[in-house]
């Protein structure tokens, strides 16, 4: 089974990367791609440029090679929707099964993404989710395809949903830019090499 964890990366941090390293391990993953969205379609233009961002995880993951990052949004100009990224996976891949990671925030508005439903004719998806986490009543398109086992999503190549634990780590984003905008240190909530990336390009000192 291929991974396939997308992202804005705007910087990528300890919960992208722990979260990765975990879901590798679990489903004995042949691959797992980390993609940087060149031009995210669904929130404002990020703070970092697409190039600063695959350059960041590219640093992150350099020690890592169980963590393969993939440039394939940068190559198209217009919005990157995941469905048109998977359709390429699948065609770069045939024989692969496809897990589509995403988190429990970027599930709660699936069904805002450019052709939802169409991500299941090309992955399974799984959400990352914390221990104790509740999930909100999910609509019937969503329960039929619920699986709770793990033999189900390698039976088949695509069209399933699962919920798989990461351990929880509350960071974000959001936060990183938002501690390095009011000039304070955000060590230890991502890699030092990513940090020092930031700091010789001077992102994220404005809001
Ligand atoms: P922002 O704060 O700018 O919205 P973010 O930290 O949520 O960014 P994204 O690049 O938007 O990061 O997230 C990429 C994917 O990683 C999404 O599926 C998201 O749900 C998931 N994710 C983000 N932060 C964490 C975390 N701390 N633990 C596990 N998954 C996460």
Redesign the pocket.
Known sequence: MLGV??????PV?Y??LR?ALEVNEFFALSKLLLIPSAQPPH?VEPAASATERLQMLELAVRDHPELTVDARELDHNGPSYMVNTLATLRLDYPQETLLL??????FKHLTSWHQWQRLFDFAHIVV?TRPGAVIEPIPDFFKLRCCQQLTELASTRAGKLYFQH?T????????IRQIITNQQNPGFLLPDMVLAYIKQHQLYLRH
């Open positions: 964890f997308g992202g804005t990366f705007d941090h919960g992208h979260s929130r990671f995403i988190g429990c925030d970027a990352m990461v929880p780590l509350d960071i974000s984003a959001t936060a």
